[in-house]
């Protein structure tokens, strides 16, 4: 199993960037979706989720800015992440629940 993020980068405040998460080497049609992020010195934290129907959460501080998607027909899910605020700097990973495996992780940095 293997997940591969893509996507991160430097950005101004307010911009937008989408994330990118390749899968491979299981059902990936079959299985929720996760992307955490973290930032410097504090704890890794639970950002959005997608079922497999397709159904999402977010957490409290990216709702109504985020948006998580999948594409089955790529085995790839994605985090759409638009208004970024310096608070939203940190290393996003991506993470399959099932098997409980991650992805290396993606830096973004939101600053001007």
């Known amino acids: 199993l293997q997940l591969v993020e893509s996507g991160g980068g430097l950005v101004q405040p307010g911009g937008s960037l989408r994330l990118s998460c390749a899968a491979s080497g299981f059902a990936f049609s079959r299985y929720s979706m996760n992307w955490y992020r973290q930032a410097p010195g504090k704890e890794r934290e639970l950002v959005a989720t997608?079922?497999?129907?397709?159904?999402?959460n977010y957490a409290v501080a990216v709702k109504g800015r985020f948006t998580i998607s999948r594409d089955n027909s790529k085995n790839t899910v994605y985090l759409q992440m638009n208004s970024l605020k310096p608070e939203d700097t940190a290393v996003y990973y991506c993470y399959e629940p099932r098997f409980g495996s991650w992805g290396p992780g993606t830096q973004v940095t939101v600053s001007s």
């Open positions: 997608i079922t497999r129907a397709a159904t999402t």
